[in-house]
């Protein structure tokens, strides 16, 4: 594809614009002033009707503005509250937005009014999308059905949509800034439940020991998603975004990125999460250690000021029931390592070694295609030691992946992974005058290493927030090939 037609991506075409637009708009008018005659006539269908104007709106906007369609489906996408709400039938009003706005996109493509972006991982995709096949047809009659089938199309077809729609550093910077929004709106909620504004038992929390065997009983504020470890994933994955955004920003949108980060590091600690508390950790050293380096001198100092501070930070400001939880934890898991015995080490990471070690024979007893889409836990959870249970999650996402989809998947999965991180690793020829691009480059490094780290203690491979940073890594460095010295576009 020549790489003029990048920023052309489902985009319609600059004739038929104008005249697109204005029949948008008065379809839209018309809707709007038809709807609300019927809803004055039949007071009784109003939300029927009002979910009706909102879909012809939408649609109408996939037409004429399709990027900011394509926003709203992230923003649903991203937020589990809002992707939850039912429409019609049971189905969800992400699953409804997004079908409605991928049957736009294909239509743009057969009219040939958008070029589809092809990359080389797409060659990846295809292939993890045979294996899913053939996994699934060899397990049909498995515990999980179709639905997690279902998951892992969406998956896919996020990484394509993201790839083909952030064809400019501003759309890049707007999904990032997506991002932010979502999790700050996670935030808000888990603070206003907190302070007791908000139902009782709207925002879930469970209720668990401080470490295993100490009969101390904290309460971790679970958010929408019900799980503490994944509601920490997502609100840590904002910062390195609101990172990347403070040096350029002005004032006023300064103290936004503050209360932002503020709120989610407030209600962060309420989740109490371990695997929370690594991830943030290992981003905030990659964020310092990717500063201007001046010499070796300077270097060694700034690690060993970092060593200091960030422990110091915590032990001062974290609630004294978490760093209990820290202590006691690290102790036992360093006694564990000590014995290195295997009873011990199924104890490792709060029991996550048991189900470590469940994943791994399920996986050594079906290693090439798995189980299925979602049957590994069910196969996970007849190898556990510790636990009788029906299912039991890998507590991994490479393993969960190894268990769908076998060690055949898991290659495909690993390489694809691997590939967006390294569209986004670190380098010293950034073109002059992207810093925008740059800042985006490194905020996506960031998040991808936050999410490697956390994903190693957390099945959380089929987030959607996952396959929407692996498309924005491998659309940003598309996108950095036009902003490069002597490439077509930016010497046309």
Known sequence: MPKSMMNKAFAPLRKNTGL?????????????????????????????????????GYILLCVSQPF????????????????????????SVMIGVGAVFTLTWLTHLIFRSATFIRVREFGLLLALSAVLSISTLLHLDGPAGLAAVSTYLQLFLFFILVINLATTPERLTIIGNLIIVSSTLLAVLILLDQIGWLPPQLIPEQNLSIAPGVAVIIS?????????????????????????????????????????????????VWTFSMGGLLGLSVMIMVKMLMAPRRHRLFIIARNGLIGIVAPSAFLA????????????????????????????????????????????????????????????????????????????????????????????????????????????????????????????????????????????????????????????????????????????????
């Not at 709007?32 to 012809?56: D, H």
């Not at 489906?73 to 991203?78: G, V």
């Not at 509250?81 to 039912?86: A, D, V």
């Open 68 to 91: 900011a369609a394509f926003a709203i489906l992230l923003l649903f996408a991203l937020t589990v509250w809002l992707s939850g709400i039912k429409v019609a039938g049971g189905v």
């Open 317 to 492: 400001f974290a609630p004294e029931l978490f760093v209990q939880r820290v202590v006691i934890l690290f102790e036992s898991n360093v006694a564990a390592l000590n014995a290195f015995d295997r009873a011990s080490l199924l104890t490792i990471g709060t029991t996550r070694g048991d189900a470590w070690w469940a994943a791994l024979q399920a996986i050594a007893a079906a290693p090439l295609f798995g189980y299925g889409p979602g049957n590994g836990i069910y196969a996970n959870a007849s190898h556990s030691i510790l636990r009788s249970t029906i299912f039991l999650s890998p507590h991994n996402m490479f393993l969960a992946v190894a268990g769908d989809l076998g060690l055949v998947g898991l290659v495909f999965f690993v390489v694809l992974f691997v590939s967006a991180l390294r569209a986004v690793w670190p380098q010293s020829n950034v073109p002059a005058g992207a810093s925008n691009l740059q800042s985006t480059r490194q905020a996506l490094f960031i998040a991808l290493i936050g999410f490697t780290v956390q994903g190693m203690l957390l099945e959380v491979h089929n987030m959607k927030l996952l396959w929407i940073l692996l498309g924005m890594a491998i659309a940003y460095r598309e996108v950095s090939v036009q902003a490069m010295p002597g490439s077509k576009e930016t010497t046309r």
């Open 220 to 268: 971790r504020t679970a958010g929408v998603w019900g799980d503490a470890n994944v509601t920490a994933l997502q609100l840590t994955i904002a910062l390195p975004f609101i990172m990347a955004r403070w040096p350029g920003a002005s004032q006023a949108r300064r103290a936004l990125l503050l209360a932002a980060g503020g709120t989610i590091l407030v209600t962060f």
């Open 20 to 56: 697109v637009n204005a029949l948008a708009l008065s379809a839209l008018a018309l809707a709007v002033i038809a709807v609300s005659a019927l809803v004055v006539i039949l007071p009784g269908a109003s939300t029927y009707l009002l979910g009706l104007m909102g879909g012809v």
